[in-house]
């Protein structure tokens, strides 16, 4: 996919990705530059991460004490 980046520096995100992804109007992106390569990452609230990670094992790792 395509896209290009307006006078006034706006870029379109395609609908395909939009969908994919489920991106909403003002929706917040993080905009991040690694070696060259731009990330643009959606912002989820809070509310949302709730519970993603319920299957997570949590036997077995130090007490906050007993870290360095």
Partial sequence: ?????????????PKDVRRKLGLRPKQKLLVMEKAGILYMIPQQPLEEL?????????????EKGERF
């Fill in 1 to 13: 996919m395509e896209t290009t980046i307006s006078s006034k520096f706006q870029v379109v995100i």
């Fill in 50 to 62: 709730q519970g993603f990670a319920e299957s997570v094992a949590v036997e077995g790792y130090r």
